[in-house]
């Protein structure tokens, strides 16, 4: 069976520290990747997607991604966070060859930077 | 550009009564889906299309309905609303398989 899993519902981290938020997937079937933030009252927005190829991927904001087939893991990185990033991360799976095509998001984690 | 439309942005409806949600995307993508948005749970998929008069079920399909009759419209039918429909909803789009999906900015319906 497939599944996304976010294990830190929430993260706090003070301004212009580092952060990283993880997520592991589980899959017999190859997969894409993506994670999304969710500012308060409003729908997702794509921050980065992994297909294939270079396994850090950039996205926008100054986050990046790391894909690591071995270990089933996409964490997603900042090295300065600010204020505005205060929000909820979702890290999602497109889980091909299935039914259908199908997506699976994980419980998101919501960072909270500290000034 | 508007992307993803959805309205209304807050509904409060009774037991037993219906209601649609309306969605609209105006970037002539061929996917659209209907999650819903519970604290803690992430998003899961009530139904799903992948081009007009096709449409299927997702991972929580009961008591909802769709449909599609156009690229541009797709339609969250709730015909016999329960305190268990209470979430957040979110619509999105997307052009092809491996595109980031476009959402639109919710729903949020209270049954009471």
């Known amino acids: 069976a497939q599944s996304v899993t976010q294990l830190d519902s929430q993260v706090p981290v003070f301004e212009e520290a580092p952060v990283e938020l993880r997520c592991n997937y589980s899959?017999?079937?190859?997969?894409?990747l993506f994670w999304y933030v969710q500012y308060p009252n409003q729908g997702l927005q794509l921050l980065l997607k992994?297909?294939?190829?270079?396994?850090l991927v950039k996205g926008i904001n100054g986050f990046e991604a790391e894909f690591n087939k071995s270990q089933t893991s996409f964490h997603l990185r900042k090295p300065s966070v600010h204020i505005s990033d205060t929000a909820e991360y979702f890290c999602?799976?497109?889980?091909?060859?299935?039914?259908?095509?199908?997506?699976?998001f994980g419980p998101g984690t919501s960072l909270s930077v500290i000034p | 550009n508007a992307g993803v439309t959805q309205t209304p942005k807050f509904r409060i409806l009774k037991i037993g009564q219906s209601m649609t949600l309306q969605c609209a995307q105006d970037?002539?993508?061929?996917?659209m889906y209907w999650y819903r948005q519970d604290p803690g749970m992430g998003l899961k998929l009530i139904y799903y299309?992948?081009?007009?008069?096709?449409?299927d079920k997702g991972e929580v399909p009961n008591g909802y309905n769709v449909s599609r009759s156009t690229t541009e419209d797709f339609p969250l039918r709730l015909e016999l609303a329960a305190p268990s429909q209470t979430s957040v909803y979110f619509c999105?789009?997307?052009?092809?398989?491996?595109?980031?999906?476009?959402f639109g900015s919710g729903t949020r319906l209270t049954v009471v």
């Open positions: 999105a789009s997307s052009y092809q398989t491996g595109d980031g999906y476009t």
């Open positions: 899959s017999s079937v190859s997969v894409y």
């Open positions: 992994y297909l294939s190829g270079s396994t």
């Open positions: 999602a799976g497109l889980f091909l060859k299935t039914s259908y095509d199908k997506v699976i």
């Open positions: 970037m002539n993508h061929n996917y």
């Open positions: 299309s992948v081009g007009a008069g096709i449409t």
